[in-house]
């Protein structure tokens, strides 16, 4: 009588199972995760996997209609069920149809990694309930999180689902910039078919297992890696530093390129890798990792700015005396005695901790050899700087390397520095397999960049017109163990610690310090959101002192065209951020006079209401040093136009903004494009995407090159520069002065790329050298903006709900008003996760369940105001919203917090115990609210 | 080996020769086996239809074990019930409510899980089976610490029995984390709460969890409200003194002293709630 399935625990089971309504069959372990068995034994990548955990539901699948997380689900335990993957939705019509248009319309997909999970849960509540309200929305989507959108926008697509919308038509030519236009590489990533970087298996692929530091410092030795390989069949080769034909160095700034490869030695922060063990996928997971042959002994380690700094120090690198990575520095005026001129003067010290990226797409991709080039096909925001750093590693040319960008599920900046690359080309490199590496969430935490922890001390005076005087701000920043972006955070923070006013007399200083832990990388911002925490709750205080509306003080002193930055440059033309805080006006003061009614009405109750201001500016691309971008574009014989759109789209839409302003410099429409990806190999350089800088500088080179194309049909046509270009297949019909001539293009010969014309244009924001004192011209173009938040404070608990987020922002030009939104919203959704949750602690709860980002019930209804004060330098006026926009959510969620409660917080995050003891102090001392 | 029985003898008499590790739900056992590889015998007993389904006889309410939180708020229940229903809604996401299990919450015994509150303030029992027999242990006993239980290697919680002695109570569940969805628990309460016809209160069952290595009841509270009228603010008649009980930890989520001041609060909206509903 044996009824059961049994089998060994390892050993494969053959089990039968309808998937997207079809019988199949699959022989796997029956203990394989659902997802792993959906994904590699059965090809349907739809299914994403981000954390292994049931903390991200990425893999949310239908089991018998329900939804579920597949990481969870055995495969065993599915045998004679029903399910169906993001694959198999599009048999669900219409219900299905509806919700995949209005994710299009509403920009409800930004990276697209978190979308399958969303539909399919989204579909299984829709199939219940028509016109579902938006608690159930929520309710539904809960269990999914999202780090691009806000969520807002995903929740009014599934609101909206069942009125049909359409998605909006291709605008006319010349009407592209500014249209509300569908994401272009939208419909894969509503259908599930996105490559992302662990969607492609390459045949006979091998994979990698990375042997990495389980102490923030140690020195180690290994036993015998041969006689581990020989007893490990299946394992081809451990890979150590010994193995690295070229330099055992990379990093993203190379003038302070320091982080090995694999450790030599000593490693410098727990996480880091000393061996990689290359071989088959199935040997690998069975390997007990514990016992690989490698001693480690621990030693002391540098865990904090202060041990790193202390007389004495060890030096983590040799060359960095004090551990100091770089110093940064502004001095404008004469602050010190500005500051006794002062009528009013405030000060503090404030700190932030490492907060991690939490991308829903752990670091991923292959590489192959071939002859003696070599393929890397990964996620990443910077493909040049990875082929120029991987080339560097093996010891051959840059041109023997080729870089293929897969869609980027999340990047925000830590997908800038390498991860996968290095191990899985060198693999490919040395075995010639191709070579395939997935991190795992826990792999992702503990090795890849992370926000700088900050500790900030500033001072600042009001003279007694309410004018800002004099500011004095020091700041240091905890860079972990290698350099990565550290000499530009505490490069950028310096310009932008007076926040978008005029301060008069100024000195910033600041100072990258090592110690033995994480790196702190790029993190949306470089470092101002957090002087943004400290920099605008001081104006706040501020405001205070002089007894002036905290709206007020910021218009009064909000830069405009005339006024000079601390770094002395006049801005000129397209300074918006007084535009943004008038644009506030209105809702800022209802919302006052909303809170103060509402606290005097609740005496006794426990909850408190409270509205926070606070603003910021923020200048786009490199910090006075060169970062150009080319675009190349092609008029094909088809009559269709090529676009080498080598902006990377981790999300925020520049496949699409860069094609409208192309297409409108061009006069031909949206539709006429056909993009071609960054791949290395096809697409010139354009940058890497981080600093907002691809609307401004891409999206200018964009501008330029489909200008300079239209010139030269028309050239080609005899024709002016008044004459309307129609691009038929194969042929072009150009009217001028009511005369029409046809270009037929099959008939033209083909340049070198294929293409019957082919303008190329390269643009560099023109900049200037900052001076000893931080004086000069670091960027051409800055963004402004500025939040208004409500919150709801329980006192008796010290938890905050955010209601409302008004947000305006300058953006010159706002080339897809959708797309800006969803920046914004995205945004707001980050900077609200570092005010009241967010804290990375290394070797402390290194998965998504500890860390905690926002989900789909923390996020209110962000309303987006957006300035259009054009930049003469951007294309068609625009400015960059990327970073921008989480800039002022965090300070103005704080000056809510303590506009509610009377608290200031000095160190984020406000957790519940954190804000509850802050009330008590506060209480204790005798202060209570008036 | 996997084992997937389809009866419950079949998984019992599994567990008699071979020492082997239970899955059901899974919502608990794939994040903590993370990347290794699965080593051990598993015994899935998901396949197992005699420990689903929620029934009732005169004297219990009888929650299979394999019963996931989804069915619990599916299910139509008594008054009493309406903590465990509010629990279920908060554990996780609809992902994990759909696939974790009562069995596996209890039997996980971590001190944040959601569902052991409610279930302490119903007083109730769990029936583990062995090829040996059955036998019912009061869940207040079952769970004698941070991850341990009175689960013997060779037994398999079946069931969830829950005494139909005070089903019209009126009763809440209040969960504090530090975001909405998805969230381990920073403390809890459940709230079990009946009166008598002059509405003072003639039990009251108060179970705390997140707060101690296991959930807690606070026996002194629930002595001290016997008789209290329920028109005045009963939580305000909560000290800390009959927090006692409690003796939380300091993790990555909250600090020990703010969890016990924010039990008390809990507890007194809790109890507030109850008085409010009645």
């Not at chain 1, 010190?336 to 002062?342: G, K, N, Q, V, W």
């Not at chain 1, 005339?562 to 209105?586: E, H, K, N």
């Not at chain 1, 002065?737 to 014309?757: A, E, M």
């Not at chain 2, 007083?123 to 027999?133: D, I, P």
């Amino acid at each position: 009588m044996l009824t059961a399935t049994n089998s060994e625990t390892g050993a494969v089971a053959t089990i039968q199972f309808s998937l997207n309504g079809k019988p199949v069959e699959v022989a796997v372990p029956a203990i394989e995760r659902l997802s792993r068995v959906l994904r590699e034994n059965l090809g349907l990548t739809g299914t994403k996997v981000g954390c292994d955990a049931g903390d991200c539901g990425a893999c949310t699948v239908l089991l018998n209609r329900d939804p579920v997380c597949s990481c969870l689900v055995a495969a065993g335990q599915v045998e004679g069920c029903e399910v169906v993957t993001v694959e198999g939705l599009a048999q669900r019509a219409p219900v299905y149809d509806r919700l995949q248009k209005s994710f299009l319309c509403h920009g409800a997909a930004q990276c697209g990694i978190c979308t399958p999970g969303m539909l399919v849960s989204a579909t299984a509540l829709l199939e219940r309930e028509r016109s579902p309200s938006e608690s159930a929305v929520k309710d539904a989507l809960g269990g999914v999180l999202c780090r691009c959108t806000g969520y807002r926008k995903i929740i009014d697509a599934v609101l909206d689902a069942a009125q049909s919308p359409l998605p909006p038509k291709c605008p006319d030519t010349g009407k592209a910039v500014g249209a509300r236009l569908a994401r272009l590489d939208g419909q894969a990533k509503v259908s599930g078919t996105e490559i992302f970087g662990a969607d492609e298996i390459p045949l006979e692929t091998l994979s990698v297992h990375v042997v990495r530091s389980p102490y923030n410092r140690a020195r180690f030795c290994f036993g015998d890696l041969a006689a581990f390989v020989v007893a490990h069949p299946g394992v081809s080769a451990v890979l150590t530093a010994a193995d690295i034909p070229g330099r055992n160095c990379f990093g993203v700034i190379s003038r302070f390129a320091d982080q090995p490869v694999f450790a030599e030695l000593e490693t410098r922060f727990r996480g880091e890798a000393v061996a990689a063990v290359v071989g088959e996928s199935n040997t690998l997971q069975k390997i007990d990792w514990t016992r690989f042959p490698v001693q480690w002994e621990e030693l002391p380690a540098i865990t904090s700015i202060d041990a790193g700094l202390a007389p004495g120090a060890p030096r983590i690198h040799e060359s960095r005396e004090q551990n100091l990575l770089v110093r940064g520095r502004v001095v404008h005026g004469d602050v010190d005695r500005a500051l006794s001129e002062c009528h009013a003067v405030v000060e503090g010290e404030f700190e932030t901790g490492f907060i991690e990226h939490a991308y829903i797409e752990p670091e991923a991709g292959f590489a192959r050899r071939l002859g003696n080039t070599l393929e890397v096909q990964a996620c990443t925001q910077s493909p040049y700087m990875d082929r120029d750093d991987i080339a560097k590693i093996l010891g051959i040319a840059p041109e023997s390397v080729r870089i293929i960008p897969t869609a980027v599920g999340g990047g925000f900046g830590s997908k800038l520095d390498l991860s996968v690359q290095p191990f899985v080309a060198l693999a490919a490199w040395k075995l010639n397999r191709p070579v395939r590496m997935v991190y795992s969430r826990h792999e992702s935490i503990i090795s890849t960049t992370k926000r700088h922890p900050s500790r900030i001390r500033m001072r600042a005076g009001a003279t007694n017109d309410g004018k800002l005087h004099a500011v004095d701000f020091t700041a240091d920043f905890n860079t972990g163990a290698y350099s990565s972006w550290g000499p530009t955070v505490a490069a950028r923070v310096p310009v932008h610690a007076s926040g978008p006013y005029r301060v008069p007399h100024y000195r910033a200083l600041t100072r990258a310090v090592h110690t033995n832990l994480v790196p702190g990388g790029a993190f949306r911002g470089f470092g101002v959101p957090q002087t943004a925490i400290a920099q605008e709750q001081i104006y706040d205080e501020l405001a205070d002192r002089l007894g002036m509306d905290r709206l007020e003080f910021r218009i009064l002193n909000a830069l405009d065209e005339t006024t000079p930055t601390v770094t002395g440059q006049v801005l000129g033309a397209g300074v918006g951020i007084r535009a943004c805080l008038l644009a506030l006006r209105p809702a800022w003061q209802q919302a006052r006079n909303q809170c103060a009614a509402y606290n005097a009405g609740s005496q006794g109750g426990p909850l408190r209401k409270g509205v926070g201001i606070a603003a910021m500016w923020y200048g786009c691309g490199n910090t006075s040093l060169p970062n150009p971008s080319t675009i190349r574009v092609g008029l094909k014989s088809d009559g269709r136009i090529a676009l080498h759109q080598g902006a990377i789209d981790i999300g925020q839409g520049s496949n699409t903004i860069i094609t409208q302003i192309c297409a409108d410099a061009l006069g031909a429409p949206v539709d006429c494009f056909d993009l071609v990806s960054g791949d290395t190999g096809i697409s010139p350089d354009c940058g890497k995407t981080s600093a907002s800088r691809q609307t401004l500088v891409t999206g200018k080179a964009a501008q330029m090159a489909g200008t300079e194309l239209r010139r030269a049909i028309l050239q080609l046509a005899n024709c002016c520069e008044c004459a309307v270009i129609e691009f038929q297949r194969c042929k072009l019909i150009i009217s001028e002065n009511g005369q029409q001539r046809t270009v037929s293009l099959d008939t033209l010969p083909q340049d070198k790329y294929g293409y019957v014309l082919t303008r190329e244009a390269t643009f560099d924001p023109p900049t200037s050298p900052l001076d000893q004192n931080g004086q000069g011209v670091p960027y051409a173009v800055f963004g402004f903006g500025a939040h208004m938040t409500e919150v709801l404070v329980d006192i008796e608990l010290g938890t905050v709900s955010v209601t409302k987020i008004t947000a305006a922002h300058d953006v010159g030009r706002a080339i897809n008003p959708t797309l800006i939104e969803g920046q914004i919203e995205g945004g707001a959704a980050q900077g609200l996760g570092m005010a009241l949750m967010e804290e990375f602690f290394p070797g402390k709860g290194e998965n998504l369940h500890d860390y905690l980002i926002p989900t789909a019930g923390d996020m209110p209804r962000v309303e987006s105001i957006l300035i259009e004060d054009p930049s003469p330098i951007g294309p068609f006026g625009a400015k960059g919203i990327g970073e921008q926009a989480v800039i002022p959510t965090a300070p103005a969620i704080l000056n809510a917090i303590h506009d509610a409660t009377g608290v200031r917080i000095r160190r984020v995050p406000a957790t519940p115990d954190h804000l509850r003891s802050a009330i008590l102090a506060r209480r204790q001392n005798g202060v209570e609210r008036a | 080996m996997y084992f997937r029985p389809k009866t419950l003898e079949e998984a019992v008499q599994t567990l008699a020769v071979q020492r082997a590790q239970i899955l059901s739900g899974g919502t608990d056992f794939f994040p903590a086996l993370g990347e290794r590889h699965v080593e051990r015998p598993i015994l899935d007993v998901s396949g197992v239809r005699e420990l689903r389904g929620i029934t009732s006889d005169p004297a219990f309410i009888r929650i299979g074990g394999l019963t996931t939180w989804s069915e619990i708020i599916a299910t139509p229940l008594p008054r009493a019930f309406d903590a465990l229903k509010l629990a279920a809604r908060e554990i996780g996401g609809v992902q994990i409510q759909n696939r974790g299990t009562i069995a596996g919450n209890l039997c996980n015994a971590s001190p944040a899980a959601d569902g052991v509150p409610p279930l302490l303030a119903l007083n109730a029992e769990v029936e583990l089976v062995s090829a040996a027999g059955s036998r019912r242990v009061p869940l207040a006993q079952f769970i004698v610490g941070n991850r341990e239980t009175l689960l013997r290697p060779d037994e398999v919680l079946s069931c969830v029995l829950v005494p139909r002695d005070i089903e019209d109570a009126a009763s809440t569940f209040l969960k504090l984390g530090a975001r909405r969805y998805l969230v381990i628990s920073i403390a809890m309460v459940a709230v079990v709460l009946t009166a008598d016809k002059a509405q003072r209160v003639s039990a009251a069952r108060i179970a705390v969890g997140s707060c101690s290595a296991r959930a807690q009841r606070l026996t002194e509270l629930e002595r001290d409200l016997i008789g209290t009228h329920l028109s005045g603010e009963i939580g305000a008649l909560v000290t800390s003194t009959h927090l006692q009980a409690l003796s939380p930890k300091s993790d990555v989520r909250a600090t020990a002293e703010y969890r016990q001041d924010a039990a008390r609060t809990l507890v007194a909206r809790a109890l507030d709630t109850c008085a409010r509903n009645y």
